[in-house]
T-cell receptor
Framework: AQKITQTQPGMFVQEKEAVTLDCTYD???????LFWYKQPSSGEMIFLIY??????QNATEGRYSLNFQKARKSANLVISASQLGDSAMYFC??????????????FGTGTRLTVIP | ETGVTQTPRHLVMGMTNKKSLKCEQH?????MYWYKQSAKKPLELMFV???????ENNSVPSRFSPECPNSSHLFLHLHTLQPEDSALYLC????????????FGPGTRLTVL
């Protein structure tokens, strides 16, 4: 079974509006971490935000926030006040466990976000 | 200077060629990674190195051979590749293998003819 599912291959949002990118995950490990990365057309993956499975509050980083719903196993990314530079591929990822050396990130297939002027 | 650099950015090779991908990180990190990104497939972790020792090998075919001569450099040696190996190969580094944030390079776009 896929560990990370992103059901939106593409999304469009008007500039200055907010957008939510969906991510669901599958794990039986009680300890895990959830990540969002942005990949512009230049290719590099840019870390955006992290949520630990034991974190009580939703993570926020500037215009990015992670809507963490543990019971539903979802970790949606919310981008507020979209900018043209936000157009990119967005990947959700998960790491299971906190063992030293265990750093296998499982990635979803990504969502291509296009911000419309 | 950017944190993680990769060369070459683009590579076209025949199935009988031998080539190497190079990754260099200028962040003082202890862990480095190779990922493969194929079209319409999730990013796949290939190898993890911690302090120049390989700590993870995710069932990667032997035609891919990694090398980590020091904590700043990581190579991926390619030999007798197949067309299905065409992909974007991304290098990343993190402070330690368990760190939350990985810093990625721009990738090498590999085409195998």
């Amino acid at each position: 079974a896929q560990k990370i599912t992103q059901t939106q291959p593409g999304m469009f949002v008007q500039e200055k509006e907010a957008v939510t990118l969906d991510c669901t995950y599958d794990t039986s490990d009680p300890s895990y971490g959830l990540f969002w990365y942005k990949q512009p057309s230049s290719g590099e993956m840019i870390f955006l935000i992290y949520q630990g499975s034991y974190d009580q509050q939703n993570a926020t980083e500037g215009r990015y926030s992670l809507n963490f719903q543990k019971a539903r196993k979802s970790a949606n990314l919310v981008i507020s006040a979209s900018q043209l530079g936000d157009s990119a591929m967005y990947f959700c990822a998960m790491r299971e466990g906190y063992q030293t050396g265990a750093n296998n990130l499982f990635f979803g297939t990504g969502t291509r976000l296009t911000v419309i002027p | 200077e950017t944190g993680v650099t990769q060369t070459p950015r683009h590579l076209v090779m025949g199935m009988t060629n031998k080539k190497s991908l190079k990754c260099e990180q200028h962040l003082g990190h202890n862990a480095m990674y190779w990922y493969k990104q194929s079209a319409k497939k999730p990013l796949e972790l290939m190898f993890v190195y911690s302090l120049e020792e390989r700590v993870e090998n995710n069932s990667v075919p032997s035609r891919f051979s990694p090398e980590c001569p020091n904590s700043s450099h990581l190579f991926l040696h390619l030999h007798t590749l197949q067309p299905e190996d065409s992909a974007l190969y991304l290098c990343a580094s993190s402070q330690d293998p368990g760190s939350n944030e990985q810093f990625f390079g721009p990738g090498t776009r590999l085409t195998v003819l």
